[in-house]
Every structure is written in C-alpha cells, then in structure tokens.
C-alpha cells in the first residue's frame, strides 16, 4: 500500500519522467556520436553527391535567413532600446554600442540564430526523413545498395556546417545595425558615437570563438535532426515523436555546446 502511494504521488511521476529524458537524451547523443563519425569519414574522403549539397545550402543559407534575421534583430533592438536610455541618462552612452556588441557576437547572435534553424530547418529535416523511415523508403534505399548514410545525413550536416556561419555574420551585422537605429530612436544617441563604441567593443577572440560556434551548432543541430529522424518508428505519429526530439535536443545540446566555449575562451 505503501509503495502504490508513493508511486502515484506528483514527485514520483515527475522523476520517473526526467529519468525517462534523460535516458533519451543520452540515447540521442550516443546515436549521434556513432552516426557522426560515418558522416565525417564521407566528408573526409569528398564522399557526397555535390548537387544534393547545394540543394541543403540553399536550404540553409537562404530559406532560413528571413527568420534567423528577424529573431536576431529584434532580439537586439529590444536590448538596445531598453539600455540605451538608461545608460545615456547616466552618462554612459559612449558604452551602448559595445555592450550591443559583445551580446550580439558573443551570445544573441548564434543562439538565436540555431533557435531559428533548429526551428525550421531542424523540424523539417527529422519529420522528412522520419517519414522516409516509416514509409520504409530508407530500407528501400538500402535494397538497392545505396548507403543511406552518405545519401541523407552527409549532404545535410555538411550544408549545415558550411551555412551558419555566413548566417550568423549576417545575423549580428543586421542585430548590430538595428541596435543602433533603436538606441538613436530611444535616446537620440548618435550612430556616430554608436559605432565607434561598437568597434571599440570588439576584438578577433570574440568573432573567431562566433565562426568556431557556427561551425558546431551548425553540424551538431543537422546531424541530431538526421539522427532523430533515422530512428522514427510507428507511423505517423513516429513521424511527430521524432520531429519533436530533433528540436527538443537540438535546443539542449547547442545550450550546452554554449556553456562548454563559455568555460573555454571566457572563463
């Protein structure tokens, strides 16, 4: 009796269920380590089909730049408009541009901009080769001999690779730009005195660690989308278990992936 009470109380179920995530979440991360390491001896060895790959670049690079732009400047001009007036009242306007900066560069900017991707590019890649696998199109693929790593994962996870940084450059250009429209707007700060601020905020360290983070999150979110996909089963609603994952884990592992340059280059 004793036991049924227990097991039917709220803390109970609440653990059992973060017993469950996190089981999952180290099931997804093993799959992606042993998967990741075929799809970097394809890459190593130039293995991939070159259209397939532009067709994934244009995926990346263009079709999620509107939104990845969107997320990101407003995510900036809020942060500016609402420092901005504070720190000219205290006389520390010649600080808005670089405070802007180094949270665009250092954090907004390549958060926001995976958050943006997992969003759309993410979802997509896991519910599109889920459904490939409950609709047993991979086993047919395998059939004919086709490695369906080197057919599906490479393609993707190297596009993903190749195309967050040139979007998170032009994420943080258009953050940047519109923090300073919005500081000038909120407090009548000049752009003058914006932009020297701005330059005078940032170093190579700060965009040399952006590019290498661009680089992770951007192999680490295709390839946990790939994985998740990979790995669907039952049907339709397999297709929805699945897609839900490659976000849910995406968003993990990039926050963590944060936190381990964090500790590295800024600790």
Same mark, same amino acid.
């Given at each position: ?7 039917? $109380?709220? $803390? ?23 998967? /990741? ?5 394809? *890459? ?14 244009? +995926?990346? /690079?263009?079709?999620?730049?509107? !939104? ?9 001009? *809020? ?26 560069? +250092?954090?907004?900017? !390549? ?10 590019? /993410? ?7 889920? $459904? ?8 047919? !693929? ?34 940047? !730009?519109?923090?300073?429209?919005? &500081? ?7 752009? +003058? ?42 049907? &339709? +609603?397999?297709?929805?278990?699945? $897609? ?24």
């Amino acid at each position: 009796m004793r036991d049924f009470s227990l097991k039917s $109380t709220i $803390t109970y179920k609440l653990y059992r269920q973060l017993i469950i995530l996190f089981d999952d979440f180290l099931s997804t991360i093993g799959d992606t380590v042993i998967y /990741g390491k075929d799809v970097l001896k394809f *890459i190593f060895k130039r293995d991939f089909n070159m259209p397939a790959l532009l067709e994934q670049c244009s +995926r990346f /690079g263009v079709s999620s730049l509107p !939104i990845t732009l969107s997320i990101v400047g407003m995510t900036a001009i *809020i942060v500016s408009m609402q420092v901005a007036g504070e720190m000219v009242k205290q006389g520390a306007g010649n600080y808005v541009g670089m405070l802007v900066a180094i949270l665009i560069i +250092r954090e907004a900017g !390549i958060i926001m901009s995976g958050f943006a991707i997992i969003s759309m590019i /993410g979802s997509s890649i896991a519910s599109e080769i889920a $459904t490939m696998r409950v609709t047993e199109q991979i086993d047919a !693929i395998q059939v004919l001999k086709v490695n369906p790593i080197r057919y599906l994962f490479v393609p993707r996870v190297l596009s993903g690779t190749l195309m967050m940084p040139p979007v998170l450059v032009i994420a943080s250009l258009v953050g940047i !730009i519109g923090g300073g429209v919005a &500081a000038h707007l909120a407090s009548g700060l000049s752009y +003058r005195a914006y932009f020297e601020s701005v330059w005078s905020g940032i170093y190579m360290k700060d965009m040399n660690v952006a590019l290498l983070k661009a680089i992770v999150f951007g192999f680490t979110i295709a390839l946990i989308s790939c994985v998740c996909g990979y790995n669907a089963n039952g049907g &339709a +609603r397999g297709v929805g278990i699945a $897609t839900t994952k490659a976000v849910v884990w995406s968003f993990v592992a990039i926050v963590l992936w944060d936190l381990v340059f964090s500790i590295i280059f800024f600790f």
